[in-house]
């Protein structure tokens, strides 16, 4: 009976030896020991399929080996001494198989000291090679990411779900001023009062379309001044296609605004002038009737009469009115340049008073004549010209000053 059940439980034995030893060479984790030395003692099947060596190839070889020359150093260091003084060693580490394959293993390493025999290292490894690349694939995406968002010149903020703020890139506090702990610190006036309900339908209509779209409207930046900016947006969708955020890129658009406003000003004036010329050049004639009649009437007129004054003081607005028009016939540039000597003082002096009436009731125009200056040959046109252009540009430049 003794007999009998020793040999039962020797069976058993094996048995259970063997259904370990096939769970052990069924496993895809690679499961293998080490000595104290790191050289390999034992592995199962998925050990030589990962390092593409049979058992004998392995025994005996030390696993850094198998990594880079450089790396020998840390695996006595980082492994092998934290193994010693803890007992414990886990991480990921690159090898290479025989046929120069690299792969990466995550493992978790123990110190075995049996009560018997020599102590040894138990390490139970996985293939996470696939997980690696992908996480470095992905890094590479990010940081590809963020070097286009620090290089845009544009303002570019992104904000994850229920609208919290996530990243602004350099433009953003370049442009408006606020950095991105201010902004996650707490609410800031970075959207005027009356831009606020106009913001929120769109991000509505974003998140609800998922169509990007542009908007323009106005943001304030941190030292009170009010851009107008071009507002687009983009959805963030998560793996399952929810919205996960969004992106904003802004546009400061104040000086196109300007530019545009400063553009419908100079074709306005442009009416003006093709209507100014149009107006001067009937007006013209009409005056060179009414000098050529002054003349004539002059010619049948006893000197010193009182005909004669009223005739004279008609001839005189005449002129002065056929002065005007020449200007304005010069400002719709249709007359042809006639250039002759100049004294610019007193050419200056006859056009203070079309200058003032240019400028405005609201702005001062001094004039400081300057003493025994040369005269000049130029088309007393192309003067006036001059003279209101720039007299107009200053205006436009003290505007709200």
């Known amino acids: 009976k003794d007999i009998t059940e020793r040999r039962q439980a020797e069976e058993d034995l ?17 499961i293998f020991t080490q000595d104290l030395e790191g050289r390999f003692l034992s592995g199962n099947r998925a050990v ?19 990594m ?57 490894a996985r293939d996470v090679t696939h997980r690696v690349l992908s996480d470095r694939k992905i890094r590479e995406k990010e940081e590809s990411i963020r070097a286009i968002l620090e290089a845009n010149p544009n303002p570019v903020v992104v904000y994850g779900p229920g609208g919290k703020l996530r990243y602004l890139n350099p433009a953003f506090t370049e442009v408006f001023g606020w950095t991105q702990e201010e902004m996650m610190q707490g609410e800031v006036p970075f959207v005027p009062d009356d831009q606020r309900e106009i913001t929120a339908v769109r991000i509505k209509e974003l998140y609800n379309t998922g169509k990007a779209g542009t908007l323009e409207n106005r943001r304030l930046t941190k030292d009170g001044r009010l851009l107008d900016v071009s507002v687009s947006a983009a959805l963030m969708r998560d ?45 013209n004639n009409m005056l060179g009737v009414i000098l050529g009649r002054a003349e004539l009437a002059l010619l049948g007129t006893e000197p010193g009469s009182s005909l004669e004054s009223d005739l004279l003081d008609i001839q005189k607005a005449a ?34 008073k079309m200058l003032r009436r240019l400028i405005g009731e609201d ?34 430049a003290i505007i709200d000053v």
Request: glycine fraction near 8%; aromatic fraction near 10%; charged fraction near 25%.
């Open 14 to 30: 094996r048995q259970s030896e063997k259904r370990f030893r096939q769970l052990y060479e069924a496993t895809s984790d690679a």
């Open 68 to 124: 880079k020359p450089e790396l020998a150093p840390l695996f006595e260091t980082e492994y092998l001494r934290k193994l010693k003084d803890t007992g414990h060693c886990q991480g990921i580490t690159a090898y290479f198989a025989r046929d120069g394959r690299k792969f990466y293993l995550e493992y978790q390493s123990d110190l075995i000291r049996p009560n018997d025999g020599d102590p040894f290292i138990s390490v139970v």
């Open 239 to 283: 793996q399952h296609g929810t919205p996960s955020g969004m992106v904003v890129n802004f546009m400061d658009v104040t000086e196109r605004k300007k530019l545009e406003s400063q553009f419908q000003q100079a074709q306005k004036m442009e009416s003006v002038g093709r209507l100014a010329g149009g107006v001067a050049h009937d007006f």
């Open 48 to 66: 030589l399929d990962m390092f593409g060596y049979p058992l004998e190839g392995l025994l005996g070889r030390r696993a850094c080996d198998f």
């Open 319 to 352: 002129k002065r009115s056929a002065d005007l028009t020449r200007q304005l016939l010069g400002f719709a540039r249709k007359q042809t340049a006639a250039p002759k000597i100049l004294d610019l003082n007193d050419t200056i002096a006859g056009m203070l």
């Open 363 to 396: 702005i001062d125009l001094a004039w400081f004549p300057g003493p025994n200056i040369w005269s000049v040959k130029m088309d007393p046109a192309q003067l006036d010209q001059i003279l209101a252009n720039l007299c107009v540009n200053a205006r436009d």
